[in-house]
């Protein structure tokens, strides 16, 4: 399974961003799927994730209200639109087939290269 981000960039802060993943192997609908990200200088925090069979999700409480995952499994994309940037959002931003609970991520399997976001303000 490989995974590719897109979408990244230069955005100021209050601005939008959409994050692209592009999973080629498997079809997406066998994997729960999520969204890491790490910071300059931080460790990888994970900040979405959705369940497979039942589309169930678990955001970051940093990212609550403002970031929305969705997978369009038809196309093999996974995506996170991101609403209201901050400056603490700037980060690379990794997608991941993962394990996927109400509560939280844990586990990871594959991953992507990562793109960068950069929120200023």
């Known amino acids: 399974v490989q995974l590719a981000e897109s979408g990244g960039g230069l955005v100021q802060a209050g601005g939008s961003l959409r994050l692209s993943c592009e999973v080629s192997?498997?079809?997406?609908?066998?994997?729960?799927l999520g969204w890491f990200r790490q910071a300059p200088g931080k460790e990888r925090e994970g900040v979405s994730c959705?369940?497979?069979?039942?589309?169930?999700?678990w955001y970051a409480d940093s990212v609550k209200g403002r970031f929305t995952i969705a997978r369009d499994n038809a196309n093999n994309m996974l995506y996170l639109q991101m609403n209201n940037l901050r400056p603490e959002d700037t980060a690379v931003y990794y997608c991941?087939?993962?394990?996927?609970?109400?509560?939280?991520?844990?586990?990871?399997?594959?991953w992507g290269e990562g793109t960068l976001v950069t929120v200023s303000s």
């Open positions: 991941a087939t993962v394990g996927c609970t109400p509560t939280g991520i844990y586990g990871s399997d594959y």
């Open positions: 192997g498997r079809r997406l609908d066998y994997y729960n």
């Open positions: 959705q369940h497979v069979e039942d589309g169930s999700t």
